[in-house]
């Protein structure tokens, strides 16, 4: 089964996106968006934006925040959801609930087919 890697803040933080602090979210923002980080860091640091808000982040709060080039938000979009996805995905996998964690590890996400329920 394929190891899921999410790029965390710092190292020292285990904290899932979700509750990242404005200075965790910068910190990735630093990491995954370099370019972006250094055009519109200031706008999510004075904004105030957190892991949850970063998760609730659309086009129109984007181009609100400043964020004019639609280019530019179209990328964070992408970004924030594939930083959500992963996490929503090792969430799912550190879930301990009887039944369901054996479920997943007989079947993979992955090797799921779009027929099966879970």
């Known amino acids: 089964m394929e190891v899921i890697t999410l790029a965390r803040p710092s190292k020292a933080t ?3 996106p979700c509750f990242w602090t404005n200075s965790e979210v910068l910190q990735w923002m630093k990491n995954s968006l370099p370019e972006l980080f250094n055009k519109y860091g200031g706008f999510f640091k004075s904004h105030g ?3 949850r808000t970063l998760f609730m982040l659309n086009d129109n709060l984007l181009l609100e925040m400043g964020i004019n ?4 938000r179209a ?3 992408i970004e924030i959801a594939k930083l959500k996805i992963k996490s929503d995905l090792l969430t799912l996998k550190n879930t301990h609930h009887k039944g369901n964690i054996r479920f997943l590890e007989e079947n993979p996400i992955s090797e799921l087919s779009p027929n099966d329920t879970i």
């Open 14 to 16: 285990s904290t899932a």
């Open 49 to 51: 934006i957190r892991g």
């Open 69 to 72: 080039n639609a280019q530019d």
């Open 75 to 77: 990328q964070y979009r």
